[in-house]
């Protein structure tokens, strides 16, 4: 009890260091934390004379942590985390009668495929109407971790192949990729050949922007390659665009499907080998106990079951 109680033991030093590590900056820990710059360079003076290690040296323009500050990393980032947990308000969670909004991010083809039954359930929850509702974002994939950082995101979903080590992650479903185009501007038959799909120009979705891909990397592997002509952060764009347009796009097998049949388009499968993706939602660990996120997992992930 007596090291529990010690005057030592700070959660706002925590806070600081955890703070100083995600921000590898005392202006921008000190801006996350809301407080001065030299209050933050005091807490870092107080835990360096309590560890007894400088934990943060300067290199360049960033402060980068030693060996000793990141075998702190983890465990004081837990205690951060109980804590919020321990203190957290919310018990339980009801849709009907709690008012309760969520910030989704993913991409606008992933909202389409996966999240339109979740609007329809909450518009009628049974027969009574729903008080939750769902702001729906898309960003690029940095963006959308910080977001969980910062708390103005909930959730994140989609290809996560690395999250950070305060985030937690749920598989949903495998997907892969077809192409698809216009049969009166491209005058092709599924499946189609390599030949032909290198030989019409590309429209390409890169939530990142540019114009190259993984596609290219396989084109260039097999001997070939393609011209992407134009590229757009906008997947449900792309079928209004391919309406007129003779070009081809390399899209989600189940959003390729889903805009062939809305816009009546053709899909193909890609004319070469292509392993299958996995597509997950992700979240800052801090809400992983919480009622009313547990509560949008698991409608999400009842959601996924049915693609």
């Known amino acids: 009890m007596k090291r ?22 005392v202006s921008r820990a000190a801006e996350t934390l809301g407080v001065s710059q030299s209050a933050v360079s005091h807490a870092l003076g107080r835990l360096r004379t309590l560890v007894g290690d400088p ?6 323009g960033r402060m980068e942590p030693t060996p000793r500050a990141q075998r702190l990393a983890e465990p004081l980032r837990e205690l951060l985390l109980g804590a919020a947990r321990a203190l957290s308000v919310e018990e339980s969670f009801d849709p009907l009668l709690e008012d309760r909004s969520f910030t989704i991010c993913t991409s606008d083809a992933v909202q389409a495929v996966l999240l339109t039954g979740l609007l329809r359930d909450i518009s009628t929850e049974g027969r009574e ?8 974002r898309s960003l690029d994939p940095d963006a959308m971790l910080n977001g969980l950082d910062d708390g103005t995101i909930d ?33 092709l038959a ?13 429209l390409m979705p890169a939530l990142r922007g540019g114009f190259s891909s993984f596609i290219d990397d396989d084109l260039h592997a097999l001997g070939t390659k393609r011209r992407v002509a134009a590229s757009t952060t906008q997947f449900l764009a792309i079928p209004m665009m391919l309406k007129q347009t003779a070009m081809i796009t390399t899209l989600p097998t189940r959003t390729a499907q889903f805009c062939a049949e809305a816009v009546g388009l053709t899909i193909s499968p890609l ?18 106990g919480s009622p009313s996120h547990n509560w949008l997992r698991q409608r999400i992930l009842n959601e996924a079951k049915t693609l």
């Open 190 to 202: 599924p499946p189609i050949s390599l030949e032909d799909y290198t030989r019409y120009p590309h």
């Open 55 to 60: 934990l943060f040296v300067r290199t360049g």
């Open 4 to 25: 529990i109680h010690s005057p030592a033991l700070d959660l706002n030093l925590i806070k600081m260091f955890d703070a100083l590590l995600e921000a590898r900056s």
């Open 271 to 288: 004319p070469f080998p292509s392993e299958d993706f996995e597509v997950s939602m992700g979240w800052h660990r801090r809400n992983t």
């Open 155 to 187: 959730l994140v979903i989609g290809y996560l192949p690395e999250v950070r080590r305060w985030h937690d992650r749920e598989f949903l479903y495998l997907e892969n990729h077809a192409c698809l185009f216009n049969p009166d501007l491209v005058p």
């Open 129 to 136: 109407e729903s008080r939750v509702s769902i702001a729906l």
